[in-house]
Structures are given as structure tokens and as C-alpha cells.
């Protein structure tokens, strides 16, 4: 199993900044994928954006050029920066770790809300 902590998420106005984290603790070594997806009120939850062990990466569209994803491996941690923040980026953030096997984990999420 593994265990996931967010932190980072808050309150920013229209074109400022976040970082979220996410630190993970288990079983850490079957982690192949790493990502962190978004849930506004009453939508799906979607994946914004992803990292490989490897360090290959994927973003939404809706994303790129303003939220980048890297990870530190030493503290087996994940991070997502989000710059030039818009009022539709608002919503609970979440870690999802996945083994390769497609087992996949829970952060228990982290709210952010941009104003206008």
C-alpha cells in the first residue's frame, strides 16, 4: 500500500501562484506513475497532470505552459507548480500514485480556489 499526504492547496487571486505536494510513504518502489488530478462541484475528476518514473510527464491542455510537474525521489515527494492561476483552475486537487499493475492510491486532496 501506499500512503499520500497533499499539502500546498489555498486561497491565490487570478494570475498568481501555488504549489502543491505530495508526499508519498509504503511502498513507495512500485510507484510507476505519479499524478495529480482535479475535481470542480459537480464534474468528473480529471487528470492534470502526470509523472513517470522515468520522468516522462503529461499535462492537460488546459494546463501547459502554466503548471509543471517534477519529482524529488530522495523525498519521495511530487510537486506541481501552478503558475498564472485562472478562477476555472478552482477545485480539490489530488495525488494519485499507481503501481504498475494499475493498483492506484488516494491523496485525500486539497482545495484551491482562484478569485477573480
Known amino acids: 500500500q501506499v500512503q499520500l499526504v497533499e499539502s500546498g492547496g489555498g486561497l491565490v487571486q487570478a494570475g498568481g501562484s501555488l504549489r502543491l505536494s505530495c508526499a508519498a510513504s509504503?511502498?513507495?518502489?512500485?510507484?510507476?506513475?505519479m499524478g495529480w488530478y482535479r475535481q470542480a462541484p459537480g464534474e468528473r475528476r480529471d487528470l492534470v497532470a502526470s509523472?513517470?518514473?522515468?520522468?516522462?510527464?503529461y499535462y492537460a491542455d488546459s494546463v501547459k505552459g502554466r503548471f509543471t510537474i517534477s519529482r524529488d525521489n530522495a523525498k519521495n515527494t511530487v510537486y506541481l507548480q501552478m503558475n498564472s492561476l485562472k478562477p476555472e483552475d478552482t477545485a480539490v486537487y489530488y495525488c494519485?500514485?499507481?503501481?504498475?499493475?494499475?493498483?492506484?492510491?488516494w491523496g485525500q486532496g486539497t482545495q484551491v480556489t482562484v478569485s477573480s
Open positions: 494519485n500514485a499507481r503501481f504498475i499493475n494499475g493498483v492506484g492510491y
Open positions: 509523472i513517470t518514473r522515468g520522468g516522462n510527464t
Open positions: 509504503g511502498s513507495i518502489l512500485r510507484i510507476n506513475v
